[in-house]
């Protein structure tokens, strides 16, 4: 099983980047984003069911960034939209199985599969 992150880059702000995550080995339940910038712990982004019928965001990136789902190529987008500086971090992928809750997991102890990340960097 590989979560494989790809999509990253440097790019001003205001633009933006689509991040993609393959999935390869079996299918997952949830899908997440999370990203971890220097010095800081590891924070979730957003999350997306398997079906793509619930998605879920951070404060800090909803109504900028969209996170979507092609189960025919078993692979997670985020769609990263009016970058700021603040967003510049490593952005990793995850994917865990079933959830009890239809919010979908949030924290990073609740996934069981996570891809080796990818920069992104925003400049002023």
């Known amino acids: 099983v590989q979560l494989q992150a790809s999509g990253g880059g440097l790019v001003q702000a205001g633009g933006s980047l689509r991040l993609s995550c393959a999935a390869s080995?079996?299918?997952?339940?949830?899908y997440g984003w999370f990203r971890q910038a220097p010095g800081k712990e590891r924070e979730f982004v957003a999350v997306i069911r398997w079906n793509g019928s619930r998605s879920y965001y951070a404060n800090s990136v909803k109504d900028r960034f969209i996170i979507s789902r092609d189960n025919s190529k078993n692979t997670v987008y985020l769609q990263m939209n009016s970058l700021k500086p603040e967003d510049t971090a490593v952005y990793y992928c995850a994917a865990r199985g079933p959830y009890y809750s239809d919010k979908g997991p949030t924290d990073l102890g609740e996934y069981n599969y996570w891809g080796q990340g990818t920069q992104v960097t925003v400049s002023s």
């Open positions: 080995g079996r299918t997952f339940s949830w």
